[in-house]
Structures are given as structure tokens and as C-alpha cells.
């Protein structure tokens, strides 16, 4: 196909869209709590609402894309994107913004695996598509690190409105590319679909993610006993039902594939390091190093152009050396640039930041190009969609748990050191008021909002002791990161093929 790589380049873009949103939304936070009356709880589900339903969507949306062709699949989630993204922009409350989101959510499911199931289909030649899946990698990595950049150059000018405002005419850009270059696919076979399979991984799916938001703020409590219940029997009853299904959603047979079983843990390890060092890091650069949002966009840079240089190269490096040493080495810098983190301190210069966060790019842009292509290579052609959408939901998966367990972790830390300073006070708390004593608590965003309303003899007491009890939570979370991808690793030695070859063409 002699337009492939205009082809590529559409589904870039669309990609590229979506993966902004991921973040870009953080740096808006401050000024949407402060327009829309919004408490904390809200401002979290401003953000997971669209995590959960994108979630939930992936499975379904993938064998849309499958049976009914993957490219209408693509429309269909740009145009709702863009309406949604246009109604979270003019959302007069925040509880009209969470339900824009969630439709966002919705629509980014629909967009993602299909750029990357069009791909398979248009790339067929095995070099030509992992290059082409090198090149889909780096611009969803980049996407998650652009993002707080072009927020904080949009808040420099504009109202937090502007982040979703942006989105609307640049997805009529794409939607017209889309029609003019992008070819339809299908499963010829037209299969049936599975809609009990897709009801019960997607409520299974909203259920998990509902729960991995949760756990670490509410704890044991009702409403994540019952999330968990549910997450467990659906997931549960979807594995039952897909052994019997038959048109299956999602074909069990293939969990007996090692490729594709290591290939789909590596991606959730990939995304869980990647969302989970971006949660914290610009916290740290902004609140404890007293940057601005677009300063601690800027200076992840590092992280963003490793990602992009190295997610170019995978292929080459995998071609020479082989699949299971380039994910090796991938996870090994990721891991050391994690421990490296992990030595933080409140007063540390950006120049180790910036090669901390370089190491974690370069390790996750070796890495996951190899890992989606395993993904796809275990799953048959003419079902890309389906391949494409585990690929997206392991991501999805891992995100989420790399933000829950390590944003947990730091909690676990931070409370611990603020509690102990504030027992170091001895009758003095008493004097404290107690909406002070609670924001400071709460967390570093809550301190730092308490803190700015405080006269200065008490902000800067406040900052010091807040900013040194998040680094000190920052710094154990990123070291069980590290560990974790160091698992990882040790998988990935054992289980990946020496080279990667496709289990059918």
C-alpha cells in the first residue's frame, strides 16, 4: 500500500489525542476545584472516570471493530470523543464534567485499539510492522509526557476549560484524514458477537478498576467490598462463559500461548512504571520544587524524548540482538532509572532528575514496542481487534494499579512522617486549627492549598515538613517499582522467545 505511511500518520494523530488526554487533565485540577466548588473526591473522578470506562469499552470496542469494521469503529469514537470533549469544556458543574469524562472514556476505547488494528491490517510485512508499532508506541508514551506541557502553556493563556476545548477541531482534522486515507477492515467471517462475554468483561473490567481507585483512600469499606464482589464474579463468570462461547470475546486458548501471556504482563508492567512515576513526579517538581505546571511539564521532557528516540530503535536493536534481550535491557533501565529515583531528595538538582527520568524512557520505549508486538503477533490477523484492545486494556490495567499501589505507598509514608511531626508539637497542636490539621493531612495538594492561605511565619513551616513527608513516601513507592519491574524482568528472561516470530499469518 503505497500511502501506508500517511495511513500511520492518521492514526498518529488520533492516538496522539487521546494519549494527551491522559494527562493533560492533571495540571487543570487546581483551577476546576476552585471554579467548581469541587472537593478532592471530585477532582479524583474527573480523572478515573474516564479510565474506568475506557476500560471497560476496550474488549467490546475491539470486536466491534472485528465484526462491523474497524475503521467505522474509529469514526464512531472520534466523533464521541470530540461531542464529549465539547461538553466537558462547557460543563457549568463538576458533576456534568465527570459524566463528559466518562463518555470521553468511552470514546477513547473506540479510537485506541483500532489505530492499532489498522495498523496490523495495513503493515503486513513482519519489519515494516514492527517499525510501524515502534513508531504507535512512542507516540502513546509521548502523548502521557506532552500532556502537562501543553496544559500548562494552555493555563498560561486560558481557563481550564481550554484542555477540552482544544480537542473538538483537531478531531474534525483527523475525522476528514480518516475518510480520505484510512482503508476499512473486518473480519470477513462476520462472527457473531458475543454479548453476553461483552457484558461481563465490561462490567468486570469497570468493577476492577472501581476498586483499584478506591482501595487505597477508603480502605476496607462497603462500597470497595462490593466493587471487589463484582469484579471477581464477573471476571470469573467471563472466563466460564468464553470456554463455552461459540464465538468467544475473548478465546482462552490464547492464556495458553506463553508469548502472548508475557508479552500481555509486560505491557501492564510498562504502563503501571510509566502512570505511576507520572503521578508522583509532578507533584514533586511543582509542589516540593516549587514549579510551575508548565516548568514541571518541560522538565519531563527527558522521560518523553527517551521514549520517542527509543521506541524508533526497538526494532533495530530487536532485529540485531532478538526480542527477549531487547525487553531485558528495557526493563533494566526502566528498574535502575526507578531505584535512581528512589535516592530523591527534597533539595535534589535537575540534572539527576532529568537522567532519572531519561533512564525510565529509554527503558519503556526499548520495551514496549517488542511487548505489543508479541501481543499481536499470538493473536490471528483477521482478529487484530480484539489483540489490539487486550494490548490497551492490559495498559489500562497496569496504570491503574501503577498509580493505586504506588500513590498508596507514598500515602502510607507521607501520613506517617506528617502524623509524627504533628505529635513532635506536643500541647502546641492543640492550638492549630483543626481545618489546617486536616488538610495537612490529607495530602501534599490538600497541605499546599492550606498552606497558601496561611500567613508565611506558618506556610513555610508547613511546606518544609509536608514537602519532606511526600519525598520520603515518593521515594519507598519508587523503590517498589523498581522491584516490581525487577520481577519482571526475571519473567521476561524465563518466558520471551529469543526472537519473535508470528504464531499466524
Do not use: K
Amino acid at each position: 500500500m503505497s500511502n501506508r505511511w500517511v495511513v500511520l500518520g492518521v492514526l498518529s494523530a488520533a492516538l496522539a489525542l487521546i494519549s494527551l488526554d491522559n494527562t493533560i487533565v492533571n495540571v487543570a485540577l487546581p483551577s476546576m476545584q476552585e471554579d467548581l466548588d469541587a472537593s478532592t473526591a471530585d477532582l479524583q473522578w474527573v480523572v478515573d472516570a474516564y479510565s474506568v470506562l475506557f476500560a471497560g469499552t476496550l474488549l467490546l470496542a475491539g470486536s466491534l471493530g472485528d465484526r462491523f469494521g474497524r475503521r467505522r469503529i474509529l469514526l464512531i469514537g472520534l466523533v464521541a470523543f470530540g461531542l464529549a470533549s465539547l461538553g466537558a469544556g462547557l460543563a457549568p458543574t463538576v458533576d456534568l464534567l465527570m459524566l463528559a469524562r466518562g463518555l470521553m472514556g468511552i470514546g477513547g476505547a473506540f479510537i485506541m485499539p483500532s489505530t492499532l488494528s489498522i495498523l496490523v491490517q495495513v503493515f503486513r510485512e513482519p519489519r515494516m510492522r514492527a517499525q510501524a508499532i515502534g513508531i504507535w508506541a512512542a507516540v502513546a508514551g509521548v502523548g502521557v509526557a506532552l500532556g502537562p506541557i501543553i496544559g500548562g502553556l494552555l493555563l498560561e493563556r486560558f481557563s481550564w476549560h481550554s484542555v477540552f476545548l482544544v480537542n473538538p477541531p483537531l478531531i474534525v482534522l483527523v475525522l476528514g484524514a480518516t475518510l480520505l486515507w484510512v482503508p476499512e477492515s473486518c473480519d470477513e467471517s462476520r462472527p457473531q458477537l458475543d454479548l453476553r462475554g461483552a457484558a461481563l468483561s465490561s462490567l468486570g473490567l469497570i468493577a476492577l478498576v472501581v476498586t483499584i481507585i478506591q482501595l487505597p483512600e477508603q480502605g476496607i469499606a462497603a462500597t470497595t467490598v462490593v466493587s471487589a464482589v463484582v469484579a471477581v464474579g464477573s471476571l470469573s463468570t467471563f472466563v466460564w462463559w468464553e470456554g463455552r462461547a461459540p464465538r468467544p470475546l475473548l478465546p482462552m486458548t490464547l492464556f495458553r500461548q506463553r508469548t502472548f501471556v508475557i508479552a500481555i504482563v509486560t505491557v501492564a508492567l510498562v504502563y503501571f512504571a510509566l502512570m505511576g512515576a507520572f503521578f508522583l513526579m509532578p507533584q514533586f517538581l511543582q509542589l516540593v520544587q516549587s514549579m510551575t505546571p508548565l516548568q514541571s511539564g518541560i522538565a519531563m521532557l527527558p522521560g518523553a524524548g527517551g521514549l520517542l528516540v527509543a521506541s524508533l530503535v526497538s526494532p533495530v536493536i530487536a532485529q540485531r540482538m532478538g526480542t527477549r534481550f531487547t525487553v531485558v535491557i528495557g526493563l533494566a533501565l526502566v528498574m535502575l532509572g526507578l531505584a535512581l529515583a528512589s535516592t530523591y531528595r527534597v533539595d535534589t538538582s535537575y540534572g539527576f532528575i532529568g537522567v532519572t527520568l531519561g533512564l525510565i524512557g529509554v527503558g519503556m520505549g526499548i520495551t514496549l514496542p517488542q511487548a505489543t508486538n508479541a501481543v499481536l503477533s499470538s493473536v490471528p490477523r483477521e482478529r487484530s481487534g480484539l489483540g489490539s484492545a487486550v494490548n490497551d486494556a492490559m495498559g489500562e490495567l497496569g496504570g491503574s494499579f501503577g498509580v493505586a499501589i504506588l500513590g498508596a505507598v507514598m500515602s502510607i509514608f507521607y501520613r506517617e512522617n506528617v502524623e509524627a511531626a504533628i505529635a513532635s508539637l506536643g500541647d502546641r497542636a492543640a492550638s492549630i486549627p483543626i481545618q489546617v490539621l486536616d488538610g495537612v493531612r490529607e495530602s501534599l495538594a490538600s497541605a499546599a492549598l492550606v498552606a497558601h492561605r496561611l500567613p508565611e511565619a506558618y506556610s513555610a513551616p508547613v511546606h518544609d515538613v509536608t514537602g519532606a513527608a511526600f519525598v520520603t513516601g515518593m521515594t519507598w513507592a519508587l523503590l517498589a517499582g523498581a522491584v516490581i519491574v525487577l520481577v519482571g524482568m526475571g519473567l521476561a528472561w524465563r518466558m520471551f522467545p529469543v526472537r519473535l516470530e508470528r504464531v499466524e499469518e
